[in-house]
């Protein structure tokens, strides 16, 4: 019976596609430094498999003298029992000694497969946080988790099948041929071997051209797991249009396209396998028909036929598997060739060499002539200058697309500025380690995304293993911790995926108490009080200011009566600092702030007079 390889393995996105693409080989020589770590076990599990292919071999050796011991003429004096009972002994003992030795070579390589699995797994999970921010804004992450999926799993199939099938096949053939080449005249090595040949290049030559096939299967498959995920994460979105039947059929679109893609994958996969039995029957007949000619004319006994028709039963199954092993490489290979290019993708923002860690003193920050944009032909910073003391706020203000929440951006090193530096207590943060950089500051975010977790967990995430005291203090602080006792489960209430389940409002006071609990001495306020109500922002202001007190402070607003006690304000217009000072000061000048300070009374008026009318 034929075994076939069935399986699907879904797309490569658009951007696996764009990769460059290496040998099958180039995989596996990448894939083995991981599991030579474990060279002692590699080495063992190897002998095993030589110790079961030499039993399996033996087997059919014994079988064949059973019977010639069996096959005695009438009157033979010779006692019919005791050469087969040992013979059968041995036979029991060989038979147990293929699944013992078996056995002893998975339980020993275990450790290796699930190792070298969860090295590189991790190995990848780390890589993707080391990525710049201008990646992530550029990948998909349904494609990307599938990538991933694929991966992992397809170092269990590429160790396995490489090096725990194709060797114990090509052992196993070398075994059988030359025992047919010692025993018996070339013709049962000839066909033997010839059908080896001819199967193997059948198998590469055809698996090779239905690999595009596969390719465009797996294509289609990631692009209708974006958009299922795409969809589903934009839930709210899709129902407040009522736009569910157009989803469905753009979904659906993408469904089709992978069906007619599987249909011809699987019926080149069924052309492979009717071609391979062909060239395994075409051999298993002529070996036995030499053998029962043999037979026939007295050259071979009865013996010689069972051994020889035995081997080909025991050649037909590593023969027919190898064509399963080449399949299942061939897609593992494509499957872990995108791991290894996420691996490969190059760092925008690196440490320097040798860099040492920002040492924080006082918290002093300065822009020093930042030029940056996200493009040749997209400027949003255009010679940035200005000093943040330490210790004090300076708010930074201005309208929509001027730059401001770019500069959290670019003080955590998200990005790197195109020219001029930027300084925290005097030290370049560009020759100082990312991770100490970003330790030193803390920042309440305009748009909160919260884990799909508890409340608790989330405000613990600014300082991991923080005590229940001190994380229900800083809910005080941000006044949330009412809000969370009300609720059943209290701060082990779930938040949902992105936190859905709470508020704009709730999800910004949980992000404030998450940055005092981080407790840095930088801090930066984006937009920190948007989403609330002019009752919690004027309560969550004054514990701001507290927050900020003795801190270095950088508040990014568009309300204007959220930053009239900063120390400075900065209007930022362009990419360029137009006007700076206090708020009075702005005022006075009658420049752009006193404009926009005057839009957002008028609009405040006019909805207090609507809210009073109502």
């Known amino acids: 019976m034929h075994a076939r390889n069935s399986s699907v393995l879904p797309e490569q996105p658009a951007a696996s596609r764009a990769a460059p693409q290496r040998s099958r080989w180039a995989v596996v020589s990448a894939l083995w430094p991981y599991l030579w770590e474990y060279r002692a076990r590699v080495v063992l599990a190897l002998l095993m498999m030589i110790a079961a292919k030499v039993s399996n071999v033996g087997v059919p050796i014994v079988l064949k003298d059973i019977v010639d011991a069996l096959n005695l003429k009438p009157g033979d004096p010779r006692t019919a029992l005791v050469v087969p009972v040992a013979l059968l002994a041995a036979y029991g003992l060989l038979r147990l000694s293929v699944s013992l030795f078996t056995e002893l070579r998975e339980v020993v390589f275990s450790r290796v497969t699930q190792g070298a699995v969860r090295k590189i797994a991790r190995q990848v999970f780390d890589h993707l946080f080391s990525l710049s921010m201008r990646y992530h804004l550029e990948r998909q992450t349904g494609g990307m988790s599938r990538d991933m999926e694929r991966g992992t799993r397809a170092i269990s199939s590429l160790v396995s099948f490489t090096l725990y099938s194709i060797l114990p096949t090509l052992v196993e053939m070398a075994l059988v041929i030359g025992i047919l080449l010692v025993k018996y005249d070339i013709w049962f090595a000839g066909i033997a071997l010839a059908a080896l040949v001819l199967y193997v290049g059948f198998t590469i030559t055809v698996t090779e051209w239905r690999t595009h096939l596969r390719r465009e299967m797996n294509t289609q498959d990631s692009r209708a797991n974006q958009r299922a995920i795409d969809t589903l994460l934009n839930y709210e979105t899709v129902k407040m249009f009522g736009n569910e039947a157009l989803e469905s059929t753009r979904y659906d679109d993408n469904l089709k396209a992978w069906m007619t893609a599987a ?34 004319n007295g050259s071979m006994n009865l013996g010689d036929l069972v051994l020889v028709n035995a081997f080909m039963l025991q050649l037909y199954v590593p023969l027919n598997f190898l064509g399963v092993i080449y399949r299942e490489i061939r897609q593992s290979t ?18 320097a060499p040798n860099a040492p860690a920002l040492q924080v ?103 991991p293993g923080a005590s229940a005291a ?51 001495p930088i801090l930066i306020f984006d937009e920190a009080t948007s989403q609330l109500d002019s009752h919690n922002e004027k309560a969550i202001q004054a514990e701001i200011r507290a927050a900020a007190r003795n801190r270095t402070a950088l508040v990014i607003a ?57």
Do not use: C
């Open 263 to 296: 249909i011809k994958s699987q019926n080149s996969l069924s052309l492979l396998n009717l071609g391979q039995s062909l060239i395994i029957a075409t051999a298993v007949t002529l070996l036995v028909w030499r053998a029962t000619v043999g037979v026939v």
């Open 558 to 614: 568009h309300r204007l009566s959220t930053v009239v006690d900063a120390h400075q304000i900065l209007v930022v217009e362009r990419g360029r600092v137009v006007e700076r000072g206090t708020h009075a000061q702005l005022l006075q000048a009658q420049g752009l702030y006193a404009r926009m300070w005057d839009l957002q009374q008028d609009m405040a008026a006019h909805a207090g007079e609507s809210a009073a009318l109502a």
């Open 361 to 463: 003193s006082r918290g002093a920050v300065r822009f020093e002539q930042v030029r940056f944009g996200y493009g040749a032909d997209r400027t949003i910073l255009d010679g940035l200058d200005f000093t943040v003391p330490a210790g004090e706020t300076l708010a930074i203000v201005g309208p929509s697309g001027a730059g401001k929440s770019t500069l959290a951006r670019l003080l955590f090193r998200f990005y790197a500025p195109q020219s001029g530096r930027i300084l925290i207590d005097g030290q370049d943060i560009a020759q100082t380690t990312q991770a100490s950089v970003r330790r030193a500051i803390g920042i309440v975010p305009q748009d909160t995304v919260l884990f799909n977790d508890t409340i608790g967990y989330n405000i613990a995430y600014g300082k």
């Open 470 to 520: 001190e994380i229900e203090a800083v809910a005080r602080a941000a006044h949330i911790h009412d809000f969370i006792v009300s609720t059943p489960q209290g701060y082990d209430t779930q938040v949902g995926e992105r936190g859905l389940k709470l508020s704009g409002g709730e999800k910004q006071r949980v992000a404030i108490a998450r940055a005092l609990l981080k407790n840095p």
């Open 334 to 351: 494509t499957d872990l060739e995108r791991m290894f290019t996420i691996l490969e993708e190059h760092r925008d923002i690196e440490d």
